[in-house]
């Protein structure tokens, strides 16, 4: 079973092209990519198993409990 991916970035690019990356790993399945915190909102239904974010977009969604509304979830922050 893959591991399913949410992809959470401020900038569109580097969330596309680390999207592209990553969808040829066959233990990977990414479920999708927002760039905004209604994107998120929407794409944490599909209950993923990991949210790869960014700093950036991490702040704009830190004061909100979505984050939180899959207990099982895990948090990958990339920041430079």
């Not at 596309?16 to 999708?32: A, F, I, K, Y």
Request: with cysteine; charged share 20%.
């Amino acid at each position: 079973m893959p591991i399913r991916l949410l992809i959470g970035c401020k900038i569109h690019l580097f969330a596309e092209g680390l999207r592209l990356l990553l969808q040829d790993c066959e233990d990977l399945d990414v479920v999708g990519v927002a760039c905004s915190r209604e994107g998120f909102e929407n794409l944490i239904q599909q209950n993923p198993d990991i949210s790869i974010l960014d700093a950036f977009f991490f702040q704009d969604i830190l004061d909100n409990s979505i984050t939180t509304k899959n207990g099982s979830q895990k948090i990958l922050l990339v920041t430079d």
